[in-house]
């Protein structure tokens, strides 16, 4: 079983940029495939980006390609998420979630583990 923290979120203007880290302990996250979620007020939790375990694959959402970039920290057992050129409607909660299987999808009932999340919020 693997545990996860979020950090790295905040207040940010439209156009700057924040890393987002997801913190993993009791396994390391290089076992899991790992995902970022968000939700807004009032909508559903939505996918973003995900990596493969091997980190071989990513995949994300189109409303934040080329925006958005997943990657893991290697020994510090780390995911990140570095998001540039935000907008006003990246404004959400962010969940890192995880999977034992190599790929997690796009979709959260893929994933096992969610963290608390972490708030982003972009003004205009």
């Known amino acids: 079983q693997v545990q996860l923290v979020e950090s790295g979120g905040g207040l940010v203007q439209a156009g700057g940029s924040l890393r987002l880290s997801c913190a993993a302990s009791?396994?390391?996250?290089?076992?899991?495939?790992m995902g970022w979620f968000r939700q807004a007020p009032g909508k559903e939790r939505e996918f973003v980006a995900t990596?493969?375990?091997?980190?071989?694959?990513?995949v994300y959402t189109d409303s934040v390609k080329g925006r958005f970039t997943i990657s893991r920290g290697g020994a510090k057992n780390t995911v990140y998420l570095q998001m540039n050129s935000l907008k006003p409607e990246d404004t959400a909660v962010y969940y890192c979630?995880?999977?034992?299987?190599?790929?997690?999808?796009?979709?959260?009932?893929?994933?096992?583990?969610w963290g608390q999340g972490t708030q982003v919020t972009v003004s205009s």
């Open positions: 990596i493969s375990r091997s980190a071989g694959s990513t």
């Open positions: 009791g396994r390391t996250v290089s076992s899991y495939a």
């Open positions: 979630a995880a999977t034992g299987e190599w790929y997690g999808g796009t979709y959260a009932s893929g994933y096992d583990y």
